[in-house]
């Protein structure tokens, strides 16, 4: 399985990516599921992917492969709205191929991708792309999305992050959420990369790789941990508990 | 959906249950899915169910049809374990009728159920019931199960409690993991059942519904998350954050 968040914010975006895969128990290998395409200072477009890994693979590797030629590519395209448009092509056309065949039964070919950026001249946008190929995008009510294991670190994000949640706060939110999930489901691993990107930068992007032996990753692990056993210890007990 | 959690601790058992039912989103319907069948005393036998309702509603039906007759019911089993023996074989009956006709197709007919309580000579004992009619048991290494909409709630739950945390503990995290999870899915909704049982007590059952006006139930809501908040403001923010 696999978990990633991105966010779309008020100062700018927060990606966030898992690399864990696993085709069963006995089958679990480290991927990096965060892939970048940026030509600096005119636009930065960051893919975030889950589910089937020989489909989300192809993927990218279409995507990159047509980045060198005539047609329209992630670094051609002019709106982050056809960024999306060509992720679903992509999608489509790779699923549409690998399930064309006899030896299909019982797989699931699917896939999931966040895509966000900006593009010279248009805002920072973050969109959710189907198996389908179609796609929502995100707004200020709803500045967030999740692929893969979601649902453990979704309360806390609930509770943490709006439009208007700055870059920082976000980032420390998203590790919690990280941090959450990995301790509920073993289909979640560390290293974690972390991308931020602060709207009209169009700065190189940096990546992060947190991994377990990161110190501030560690650090905000165990403050958390401590800080809910205390805010827990300070609640009262029901007073109708009568047992 | 559903959302119930059952605990077997050192001091004895724990149950709770949401009440909402849907069949999609324009069918929502509240149910109590806690389910006592009790000999002051002597026994306590707590169900909590989830899955398709009428699967559900049947087994119960039909356990309880059975605690006046003169074969084996839950009031008269010796042991729980063959109470969950009686529990799997209800729940193979109903999906074996219901799953055998001709108009069928696509429906889901699968349950889980909860099963805990104490018969007098043994030690309180919980399991879960799957929709095969097997089950597993609570041990003091994993002393909770949830059937349901579990992952929203499970990481608290994983964070706080242990086989000897105490009961009044356990209910107040029981009622965090609710709310993270009604505040995160809209298929779980209160009001929200409650029952504690302390070993070897056999007291008669007191179950507690908690509404959305309940005032503890809103205090730790409130306090959990403003404490929650509280503490993520004290984290510090990440060294190696550049954007």
Redesign the interface.
């Known amino acids: 399985m696999t978990y990633c968040v991105a966010m779309a914010l008020q100062d ?1 975006l927060l990606f966030a990516s898992d690399s864990r895969t696993n085709a069963g128990v006995d089958h679990i290998a480290t991927f990096r599921k965060m892939h970048v395409f940026e030509t600096a200072g005119e636009r930065l477009v960051v893919l975030l992917s889950a589910g089937n890994l020989a489909t989300t693979q192809s993927v990218i590797s279409l995507l990159r492969s047509r980045c060198g030629g005539d047609g329209a590519s992630l670094l051609t395209v002019p709106t982050m709205y056809a960024a999306a448009e060509l992720v679903g092509q992509a999608v489509r056309e790779v699923i549409a191929r690998d399930s064309g065949g006899e030896m299909t039964q019982g797989v699931d070919f699917s896939c999931s991708i966040l895509l966000g950026g900006q593009i010279h001249g248009e805002a920072p946008r973050l969109f959710n792309v189907y198996a389908a190929g179609n796609f929502i995008e995100a707004t200020e009510d709803t500045p967030y999305f999740q692929i893969g ?1 979601a ?6 994000i ?3 992050v709006r439009h208007d949640t700055a ?3 976000a ?3 998203t ?2 959420s990280f941090d ?2 990995i ?3 073993l289909s979640v691993g560390l290293p974690v990369d972390v991308l ?3 709207r009209d ?1 169009y ?1 190189p992007a ?1 990546p ?1 790789r947190v991994t377990e032996h990161d110190p ?1 990753f560690n ?2 692990r165990q ?3 401590a ?6 210890s ?10």
């Open positions: 700018g294991e649902k453990y670190g979704k309360p806390i609930d509770r943490v870059l920082k706060e980032l420390k939110c590790l919690i959450s999930t301790r509920s489901n931020s990107y602060r930068s700065a940096k992060y501030y650090s905000i403050r958390w941990g800080g809910l056993r205390q805010v827990f300070e609640l009262d007990d029901a007073g109708w508990f009568e047992q």
